[in-house]
């Protein structure tokens, strides 16, 4: 996982419920934005989440809400295209904001909040 870029967790829990903080991407390796335009950085944004879940014992599938910031707005169907390989039903509740710039250079970043199922406890999809 790459290391935050500035004073902040990456991850908290509490009560079972689990903050990622927005991730940009940042190749775990060497710490510096992948390269190769909104495609690679969305995979790797994705990625990133994915293995800071794993290192909660979790998985996409305990992922209740995602927010997607995005500097162009042009992006969004390359964005949601590769977000709807990646994640599978239920979907998470989303939303996606346009802002004007984002750390690095970024293009994408993605938080996420998810919550630990224990079993006992339904989960309800509103369509």
Not at 15 to 26: E, N, T
Not at 47 to 58: A, D, H, K, P, V
Not at 88 to 112: F, H, M, Q, W
Request: charged share 25%.
């Amino acid at each position: 996982m790459p290391n935050p870029v500035g004073p902040y967790s990456p991850v908290r829990e509490t009560g079972g419920w689990v903050f990622l903080s927005g991730q940009i991407a940042l190749d775990p390796e060497t710490g510096q934005l992948v390269h190769g335009g909104i495609t690679e950085e969305t995979r790797r944004v994705l990625e990133n989440i994915r293995n800071l879940l794993e290192s909660c014992g979790l998985g996409w599938q305990s992922c209740v809400k995602t927010t997607i910031y995005l500097v162009e707005m042009k992006d969004f169907s390359v964005v949601n295209e590769i977000y709807g390989q990646v994640l599978s039903r239920p979907y998470p509740a989303r939303s996606t904001v346009g802002v004007k710039e984002l750390p690095k250079g970024a293009r994408i970043e993605v938080e996420v909040i998810a919550k630990r199922i224990d079993g006992k406890e339904s989960e309800k999809m509103v369509l």
